[in-house]
C-alpha cells in the first residue's frame, strides 16, 4: 500500500516541478551606478549566479569584466537607442525579469523625447518576447508625473511608466516602477562638479530647505526586492526615499562623522542656472525640491529597506574625502 502511495504521488508531482521554471534576471544598463548595485543586492539576497545575467554597451570594458567576477554569469551588448540589440539580448539571455533604468543625462539624451524613447525601445524589446519575460521593474524618479511640466528629465520618465502601463495591459508580463528622489551620491560627484572637498558639503537647494535623499546602495536594494517580490508589488509605483535633511543639516552631520567643521554652499549659484540653457532643466528642478518637495514616505520605504542609509550612515561609509584623505572622527 505504502509503495502504491509512493508511485502516485512521484508520478503525480514530477510533471508540476518540471513546468515551474526558476526566475532570471536580466539587468540592463548593469555597468551603469544603479545596475550595478541592483546586481549587488540580488547576489547578496542569495541569488545563484547562473540566473543573472546583464547589459552593456562594451561587454569587454573594465566595468563590464568586474561584474563578470562579482558573479554575473554572462553579459550581453545592448543598447538603449537600439530596440532590436535590446531585443536580442533579453532573447537570448533567456530571462524572466528585467530590470532597467533611462538616463536623460547620458550622450543619447537630453530631451523628454530622447529620454522616453530609450525606455520605449526597452518596453517594446520586453513585448518582442513577451511569451518569456514575466516581469519588468523600471527605476524612475520621485513624483515623476507630479512636477512643472518644465522638470522635462522627470516627465520623460513618466512617459516611459505610462507607455509601460498601457502596452503590458492585457499581456502576461506585469510590472513595478520603484522611484527615487535625490541621490546622497550627488554630495560627492566630480562628474556634476561636485566633488567632496575637505570642510564643505554642496548641493543645489538653498541651505534652509529640506530635501529628500537616498543612496544607490538602497535603490538597488529596492529595485531587488521589488525584482524577487513580483506578486507583493505588480502595478505598483514605489516612492523611494530614505531620509531628510536640509542643506545646513548635512554640514552638521558631515561635521560629526568626518571630524573636521564643515559648510553648507550651493554647487551653482541660481542665477547660473536661470540664464544658461542646458541649466534650465536643473533650475526648475530645485524650484520644486524648495516649493512642493518630493512626497515620499520614509518610513513606508524603510519596511522594503530596514537596513537603508541615512546621510550619517551614508557618510560613515564613505569615510573619506573626494581626494582619498580619510575623515578624522571615530
Not at 536580466?26 to 555597468?31: N, R, Y
Not at 551588448?77 to 528585467?98: F, H, M
Not at 536661470?274 to 526648475?284: E, G, K
Request: net charge neutral; proline share 3%; hydrophobic share 40%.
Amino acid at each position: 500500500t505504502f509503495a502504491g502511495i509512493h508511485k502516485f504521488t512521484h508520478f503525480h508531482f514530477l510533471p508540476l516541478a518540471i513546468t515551474i521554471m526558476a526566475a532570471s534576471y536580466l539587468v540592463i544598463g548593469a555597468t551603469s551606478r544603479q545596475g550595478t548595485s541592483v546586481i549587488k543586492s540580488l547576489l547578496d539576497g542569495g541569488l545563484d549566479t547562473k540566473s543573472l545575467m546583464g547589459t552593456c554597451r562594451n561587454p569587454d570594458s573594465a566595468s563590464a569584466k568586474a561584474l563578470v567576477d562579482l558573479g554575473v554569469s554572462k553579459l550581453f551588448q545592448a543598447d538603449l537607442i537600439n530596440r532590436e540589440s535590446l531585443a536580442t539580448a533579453i532573447r537570448e539571455s533567456g530571462a524572466t525579469r528585467v530590470w532597467f533604468m533611462t538616463d536623460f543625462f547620458s550622450k543619447d539624451g537630453g530631451s523628454r523625447k530622447k529620454e522616453a524613447q530609450m525606455g520605449f525601445n526597452v518596453v517594446d524589446a520586453v513585448k518582442d518576447c513577451s511569451a518569456q519575460v514575466e516581469y519588468v521593474v523600471f527605476t524612475s524618479v520621485g513624483d515623476a508625473d507630479n512636477v512643472p511640466q518644465k522638470v522635462h528629465h522627470f516627465w520623460s520618465k513618466a512617459d516611459v511608466e505610462k507607455y509601460m502601463e498601457e502596452q503590458f495591459a492585457g499581456t502576461a508580463t506585469r510590472w513595478s516602477v520603484i522611484r527615487p528622489v535625490a541621490f546622497l551620491e550627488n554630495l560627492d560627484d566630480a562628474n556634476i562638479q561636485n566633488p567632496l572637498t575637505k570642510g564643505k558639503v554642496k548641493f543645489l537647494t538653498k541651505a534652509a530647505v529640506p530635501t529628500k535623499f537616498i543612496s544607490t546602495v538602497d535603490i538597488g536594494k529596492g529595485s531587488a526586492a521589488m525584482l524577487t517580490n513580483p506578486d507583493e508589488y505588480s502595478g505598483k509605483k514605489i516612492e523611494a526615499a530614505t531620509c531628510e535633511h536640509t542643506g545646513t543639516e548635512l554640514a552638521e552631520i558631515l561635521s560629526e562623522v568626518s571630524g573636521t567643521q564643515c559648510k553648507y554652499g550651493m554647487v551653482l549659484p541660481r542665477i547660473v542656472m536661470w540664464f544658461l540653457p542646458p541649466l534650465w532643466d536643473l533650475y526648475n528642478m530645485v524650484k520644486f525640491f524648495e516649493s512642493t518637495g518630493y512626497s515620499a514616505d520614509i518610513e513606508a520605504f524603510k519596511k522594503i529597506v530596514p537596513d537603508s542609509m541615512d546621510a550619517k550612515a551614508w557618510f560613515e561609509t564613505k569615510g573619506q574625502w573626494a581626494n582619498g584623505e580619510k575623515f578624522t572622527s571615530g
